[in-house]
């Protein structure tokens, strides 16, 4: 007896050793768990800046954001900012696992390893090639992992394996912000908005990609189920989550309804999270999304 108490003790040491340190526009609330750090983005109206989750909430964002006549801007975190998180967590005893929004949508990632050179062995950053709920899918990963035991460098190899199942679609219900952040041309924008065209995207390897434009939400609700379905469905086992942008989730109730065949008899219930600014500055108010861990590579 006294050896497995011994045996317990050293393992619940190990498992209190790691820590997460995620940045927020993976949109997991400040304070949500004591193992997970989240490090806010700078979100400016003008010439004000917010720290988002912290002196801006997702609700008080959306106000701003339709109050707004010009777009926000959303900053990468700097090197300096993940320092301090890493020099807190060290000085602790802890060792960091690391895990940005994706790459190529931001410098954060980059911020993040230039920051993590000076302290080899004790933080480990991971790209999660992925955003809002998709990241906060593999977070919650993480720290399932963390409960399982294994070792930050187990932790690490299966996050880099298991983030390429993941998969995160979305129904936009405008193309009014991607035109105002210049990421298409006005005449397409003000094309798409006269055929009501919602466009159905998703996130390959950390890039935006579109699956398809849709005439409606019936259609674009079709093309979400059409994605899930290519990809093998959803893995139950692993975390998902569904998310929306704006100030009510109206939209994103009529399409679990809609959707029913895909949830009914497989989960208790579905998790859902408000998306920030990060992405919200994009896409607008009115956009859905599911982030699941696919059954099947992609």
Same mark, same amino acid.
């Given at each position: ?7 317990? +003790?050293?393992?619940?040491? %190990? ?13 997991? /609330? ?5 193992? #997970?750090? *989240?490090? /806010? ?20 964002? !959306?106000?701003?954001?339709? &109050? ?10 700097? /090197?300096?900012?993940? $320092?301090?998180?890493? +020099? ?15 790459? %190529? =949508? ?13 302290? &080899? ?12 709920? @998709?990241?906060?899918? =593999? #977070? ?11 070792? /930050?460098?187990?932790?690490?190899? $299966? ?19 991607? %035109? %105002? @952040? ?10 798409? &908005? ?12 950390? &890039?935006? *990609? ?18 899930? +379905?290519?990809? @093998? ?10 998310? !929306? ?34 992405? @919200? ?18």
């Amino acid at each position: 007896p006294a050896t497995m108490a011994g045996h317990l +003790r050293k393992n619940e040491v %190990k498992t209190m050793s790691i820590r997460i340190i995620t940045d927020s526009a993976a949109d997991i /609330p400040q304070n949500y768990d004591e193992k #997970i750090l *989240v490090l /806010p983005l700078h979100i400016s109206f003008g010439e004000e800046e917010y720290l988002d989750g912290v002196n801006l909430s997702h609700t008080e964002f !959306y106000e701003k954001l339709i &109050e707004s006549d010009e777009l926000p801007r959303t900053s990468q975190l700097p /090197p300096f900012e993940f $320092e301090e998180a890493y +020099r807190k967590v060290t000085e602790a005893g802890d060792t960091a696992i690391v895990i940005t929004l994706a790459g %190529k =949508l931001s410098g954060t990632y980059q911020s993040a390893c230039m920051a993590a050179e000076k302290y &080899e062995g004790k933080v480990h950053v991971v790209d999660s090639e992925s955003v809002t709920v @998709g990241q906060r899918a =593999l #977070i919650t990963y993480a720290r399932q992992l963390i409960d399982r035991d294994l070792s /930050p460098e187990e932790i690490v190899a $299966e996050l880099n394996s298991a983030k390429r199942k993941i998969q995160v679609v979305a129904l936009l219900d405008t193309l009014e912000y991607l %035109k %105002k @952040g210049g990421r298409i041309p006005k005449t397409v924008a003000a094309f798409g &908005e006269m055929l009501s065209i919602k466009p159905v995207v998703s996130l390959e390897r950390g &890039e935006v *990609v579109i699956l398809g434009k849709a005439h409606g939400s019936k259609n674009g609700n079709n093309l979400l189920m059409k994605r899930i +379905r290519e990809v @093998g469905g959803i893995d139950y086992d692993m975390p998902y989550f569904l998310g !929306y942008t704006g100030l009510s989730d109206k939209l994103l109730q009529k399409y679990i309804k809609d959707s029913s065949v895909l949830w009914e008899g497989l989960v208790d219930e579905l998790p859902i999270s408000t998306v920030g600014g990060t992405i @919200g500055t994009h896409v607008g108010p009115g956009a859905i999304a599911v982030a699941f861990f696919a059954k099947e590579n992609s």
